[in-house]
């Protein structure tokens, strides 16, 4: 399957990829499900090596063009293919591998409300940083543009972590995330959060 290719307009969407956002397209994504309704957004947190930040290696990692031979932790994940649809660095950067169109493949095993397989219905955002640590406020103020952007594109309805999709697997984003400061800050009206009740 050829990748939608990404477009770079001003502001707003094209074809599930957003104008604020840098395109790095991956090879890592496929079609969802027929009549899939996109009403969840998955948080992560990753860096690598772990604990390192900066550089590029996440974004290779997410392109299949990782050097593996790097750093000895890479060895741990060789051959590894997965995707976010976004990634936001310490500084705030916003990247974007994957159209919001498609199915990226950065959950695994999961299941929501009932419902298993959340890459089908979810939007993945990787956070650089490490599980259980604090993140920047330069990436909490990017997550309070591009959730709302999300909003008017989608039906979202629930913000969660991949702690609480694959609970027992997965420990990110982690105790260092501040859902609270998350959900007064992006406005959102009749969204869910992890941490939280309605959003305000």
């Given amino acids: ?32 499900p ?25 974004q290779r990692l997410f392109t299949n063009r990782l050097d593996w031979d790097a750093h000895p932790y890479f060895k741990q994940i060789e051959g590894l293919q997965v995707s976010a649809h976004f990634f936001i660095q310490r500084e705030g950067e916003l990247w974007q591998f994957v159209s919001c169109d498609d199915r990226a493949w950065h959950a695994g095993h999961s299941r929501f409300q009932e419902r298993d397989n959340c890459n089908d219905f979810s939007i993945g955002i990787e956070l650089e940083g490490l599980e259980g640590d604090l993140f920047e406020p330069a990436q909490y103020a990017t997550l309070n543009a591009l959730l709302p952007a999300l909003a008017q594109k989608y039906p979202l309805r ?43």
């Fill in 158 to 200: 629930h913000i969660t972590g991949h702690e609480h999709i694959a609970p027992g697997r997965k420990a990110d984003p982690g105790s260092g995330f501040d859902w609270h400061l998350l959900q007064g800050c992006t406005g959102l009206m009749g969204v869910s959060f992890s941490a939280g009740a309605k959003g305000i």
């Fill in 34 to 58: 027929p009549d899939c309704l996109v009403d969840l957004v998955v948080l992560h947190s990753i860096s690598l090596p772990p604990g390192q930040f900066g550089g590029d290696a996440v």
């Fill in 1 to 32: 399957m050829g990748e939608r290719k990404p477009t770079a307009p001003s502001a707003g969407w094209q074809r599930g990829w957003y104008g604020f956002a840098q395109p790095c397209p991956s090879p890592n994504f496929g079609p969802r």
